[in-house]
């Protein structure tokens, strides 16, 4: 069965800073790969997602997600911080192919705290 | 564009009690999804339905939860009898596709506290 684990429950970052969301997969052949975000009292959002093709990929608020096959994983970065990206992120899995049975599998979040 | 429309927002209840949670798609909206969100954890998928019938309910409760998806539009969850450990937020997404391209639209959750 396919997993995904978020290895960092919690992460701090001073508004301003990178940021890096770590996210490995556990799956028989390459998945679809998503990440999304949880604003407080706001249903989730699409912040990108990775087929097929070039393995970096951007996507909505200035976010980028790296897929490595080798490493099984799924990074969102950031290059600079703003306070309103304080949210709870997560890492998404799908089997590719589509049709049928294809709902997400996520993993179990990563909680961003931004710093003045 | 209205969005994904849940109600109630929260629900408490007392064990062995039932509950019903509601969601109404955006329209035209081909895939409907119910995810049980626990605290601290990530949306569990419980039942996936493409227009009205269901796809996958591998990992519904069948013992105590239900789903139903009328017409292929509006769809209810059922909990009956509700246990401690259903305590969790009852997310509903839709897409416009049959196929999963990772463009859920989400609602804003039914929160359920079972005490």
């Known amino acids: 069965a396919q997993s995904v684990t978020q290895p960092d429950i919690h992460i701090t970052v001073s508004e301003g800073a990178s940021l890096e969301l770590r996210c490995n997969y556990s799956?028989?052949?390459?998945?679809?790969l998503f990440w999304y975000v949880q604003s407080p009292g706001q249903g989730l959002q699409l912040l990108l997602k990775?087929?097929?093709?070039?393995?970096l990929v951007q996507g909505i608020k200035g976010f980028e997600a790296e897929f490595k096959r080798s490493q099984s994983s799924f990074n969102l970065r950031k290059p600079s911080v703003h306070w309103s990206d304080a949210a709870e992120y997560f890492c998404?899995?799908?089997?590719?192919?589509?049709?049928?049975?294809?709902?997400?599998?996520f993993g179990k979040g990563t909680h961003l705290i931004i710093q003045p | 564009e209205a969005g994904v429309a849940q109600s109630p927002r929260y629900k408490i209840i007392e064990k062995r009690q039932s509950v019903a949670f509601w969601c109404n798609p955006i329209?035209?909206?081909?895939?409907l999804y119910w995810y049980q969100q626990i605290l601290g954890q990530g949306p569990k998928l419980l039942i996936q339905?493409?227009?009205?019938?269901?796809?996958?309910d591998s990992q519904l409760p069948k013992d105590r939860f239900s789903a139903e998806r009328l017409k292929g539009v509006d769809s209810t969850l059922k909990i009956q009898p509700a246990k401690l450990e259903d305590s969790a937020v009852y997310l509903c997404?839709?897409?416009?596709?049959?196929?999963?391209?990772?463009?859920?639209?989400f609602g804003e959750g039914s929160r359920l506290t079972v005490l």
């Open positions: 329209s035209g909206h081909a895939t």
């Open positions: 339905f493409q227009n009205n019938g269901v796809v996958d």
């Open positions: 998404a899995v799908a089997p590719s192919g589509g049709g049928g049975a294809d709902g997400l599998t």
């Open positions: 997404a839709s897409s416009p596709y049959a196929t999963n391209t990772g463009e859920l639209f």
């Open positions: 990775y087929f097929s093709g070039d393995t």
């Open positions: 799956y028989g052949a390459t998945p679809y």
